[in-house]
């Protein structure tokens, strides 16, 4: 844990008891006061000591938030390269199957019907959109389905694909 102030072993041992790190399931507002009020020391100091402890969490939290921005910006970025490399080998091969000399490695190809591409973000009715107004929150399920139905949907299209299997 990250500290910025030291915390009497009897706070800390608390801290610990407040949030299984397995679990995460934390005590109730009500155990925790409980749990606080049955802490015996001098007022002050115990208003002290849980200032800090706060402050030792808040900084805890902080530079968690910040590896996990870290993490998730190294997964983007992992994932781009997979997807580049992927339409590489797609277009080199020309949609040919592909198998390497050691048996190792080999490519085949998957083709998804009807699938929902996104022409103009901006002219999708809110109808299809879950919460914000972003292409990740969008239900391409219910735009699949009316266009399916007859409907037209701007901003959006029905189209074939093609995914690139390497094994």
């Known amino acids: ?99 390497s000399a050691d048996g190792l490695v080999s490519v085949s190809y998957r083709t998804t019907k009807d699938t929902v591409k996104i022409d103009d973000l901006a002219v999708i009715p809110l109808d299809y959109f879950k919460m914000q107004y972003t292409e990740s929150n969008i239900s391409k399920t219910a735009i699949k389905d009316a266009i399916k139905a007859g409907e037209t949907i701007p901003g959006a299209h029905l189209e074939d694909s093609v995914s690139v299997i390497i094994k």
Not at 35 to 50: N, P, R, V
């Open 1 to 99: 844990m990250y500290k910025l102030h030291e915390i009497p072993e009897a706070i800390e041992i608390l801290s610990n008891m407040m949030c299984d790190p397995e679990t995460g399931e934390i005590l109730t507002e009500e155990q925790t006061n409980e749990q606080l009020a049955a802490l015996e020391m001098e007022f002050d100091k115990k208003m002290e000591y849980l200032c800090k402890l706060a402050i030792n969490e808040g900084a805890e939290a902080e530079m968690l938030k910040k590896h996990k921005l870290e993490i998730e910006k190294r997964q983007k970025a992992a994932e781009n390269k997979v997807k580049r490399l992927k339409s590489y080998i797609k277009n080199a091969l020309q949609n040919n199957k592909f198998k």
